[in-house]
């Protein structure tokens, strides 16, 4: 079967994590099958649209590598694919369940309607529109809604995450189709929709199960068959015990984004946030995961959002990329991510500096933390130097001496290189008789003020010899100034 699917956010501000996962299965699914993934805009919530919330929902698909095979920006068969642009459409299925005995024009207003809501409240008992619905009702005006005229019935349906799931009748209700505004309600607008534009599997979140009676009722009276039902479990805060939302720390896709989190960890991650194949792989390619994905393996309960393993998986996609691409490659995407400082260097200097330090970030924006040392002087903090655990057992006078070995010693390198550096190094080693962590430490944080750097005779290689012997030696006059 070829899953025909589509992915229908609203534009109303950011999309966020659960909105993003709940296009990643529908297209997964969909390119499995060699069907279809279809973008279609539900805008018809207009007291909510926002500006620009729609660029910002294609921009980020296209980032995830997320294509649609239509909708906005590419057209199809079943334009237009925002549903502002197909209001007439409604308003005349609407009509077709009207001239069915299916729905009615309901001119009640709105203090009435709280009135019933507020008695059947004072009684105990669930409010229900259909126990208030009028006895005749008038033809349709614009301006006046149109409601669903429900049949109350057990209704039993499959879930493919779900499985075989059963409501009553008191579930089901006289839904509102057309707003006073004349645009559709959601209820109505993706049924119509999703018949029209041959949608075989709607896939969406678990909350909406409590409304599939009605969606139901609504395939029942137009006489169309229901599609395959997907309801994706909710993404749950870190503590497990509540759904994630903005309150819990997670940011939105945007934000990660900016901060360098990998389109490629973002996919891999939240794919496998409430799925996996049944093996212990981790690291995924969209390939990989078009191949393996079923929706037999999502899983029916929540699954915890954990921002460490994000940024865990984002490091092991920079290192799998450095690895597979190059540092050429690569580099492009590190743009915009490197210290101020930097602005002034080649970028054959950075591609040098990214290639001894891309084994530790985390993030592409680390490296505005981790590498301003390479482009300008670090700021000298004799207190930092003196407390570390392996230099505080020295004096200040053995440590200006051991200064003085290391730059006589490095100062013979005709030949820099990390190989020549290493073996001086190691010669030091043997000649002061200083324990590893106590030389590098010191030849370290003179040179850089970090609390960590790559291999030191890496580190030392790309800064080049002249920065080094200079940044060493400011260290010993400072701390010979110190000493006397």
Not at 70 to 97: C, M, N, V
Not at 245 to 272: F, H, I, Q, W
Not at 302 to 319: C, H, P, T
């Amino acid at each position: 079967m070829k899953i025909i699917t589509r992915f229908a956010p609203s534009p109303t501000g950011y999309i966020h994590i659960g909105n993003v996962r709940s296009a990643i299965y529908p297209y997964l699914a969909a390119k499995q099958s060699d069907g279809k993934f279809i973008l279609r805009i539900e805008d018809t919530d207009q007291a909510r649209y926002v500006e620009g919330a729609t660029d910002l929902i294609m921009d980020t698909l296209k980032w995830l590598g997320l294509e649609w095979d239509e909708g906005p920006e590419i057209g199809g068969p079943h334009a237009p694919y925002f549903q502002t642009q197909r209001k007439d459409l409604y308003l005349d299925w609407a009509k077709k369940l009207i001239e069915k005995g299916r729905a009615y024009a309901d001119p009640t207003d709105s203090d009435t309607i709280q009135g019933y809501r507020d008695a059947d409240n004072a009684k105990k008992i669930p409010y229900l529109y259909r126990n208030h619905r009028p006895e005749t009702t008038p033809d349709w005006q614009p301006g006046m809604p149109i409601r669903f005229k429900a049949d109350p019935k057990p209704r039993n349906w499959h879930d493919e995450v779900m499985g075989d799931l059963h409501a009553g009748p008191e579930v089901q209700d006289d839904i509102i189709l057309i707003k006073k505004d004349g645009l559709p309600t959601y209820n109505f607008a993706h049924i119509v929709d999703d018949f029209l534009m041959g949608i075989n599997m709607v896939a969406r979140g678990v909350e909406y199960l409590s409304s599939t009676p009605n969606y139901l009722a609504l395939y029942e009276a137009f006489g169309i068959d229901q599609p395959l039902l997907v309801s994706l479990p909710h993404i749950l805060a870190p503590t497990g015990n509540k759904k994630l939302g903005k309150r819990d720390g997670a940011k939105s896709v945007t934000e990660y984004r900016k901060d360098g989190v990998l389109p490629e960890a973002m996919l891999n991650y939240l794919a496998c946030l409430g799925w996996n194949d049944g093996t212990e792989q981790e690291i995924y390619t969209k390939d990989e995961l078009i191949k393996k994905f079923s929706l037999d393996r999502i899983q029916n309960s929540g699954a915890r959002y954990d921002e460490v393993k994000l940024l865990w998986m984002n490091g092991q996609w920079i290192r799998k990329l450095v690895d597979e691409q190059g540092i050429d490659t690569f580099y492009p995407r590190t743009a915009g991510f490197w210290p101020d400082s930097a602005a002034n260097f080649s970028d054959d200097y950075k591609k040098q500096v990214l290639a001894i330090i891309y084994d530790r970030l985390k993030t592409l924006s680390d490296l505005r933390e981790m590498t301003g040392y390479f482009f300008a002087d670090p700021t000298f903090d004799t207190e930092q130097l003196l407390a570390n655990k392996f230099l505080k057992k020295l004096s200040e006078r053995e440590l200006v001496d051991l200064l003085n070995v290391s730059i006589e010693a490095l100062e013979k390198i005709a030949d820099w290189n990390s190989d020549s550096i290493k073996e001086v190094l190691n010669d030091l080693l043997v000649k002061t008789n200083r324990k590893p962590a106590e030389l590098f430490s010191l030849i370290r944080l003179s040179i850089s003020f970090a609390p960590f750097s790559p291999a030191l005779d890496l580190t030392l290689n790309v800064l080049g010899k002249n920065v080094v012997l200079s940044r060493l030696n400011r260290v010993k006059e400072a701390l010979s100034l110190d000493n006397q």
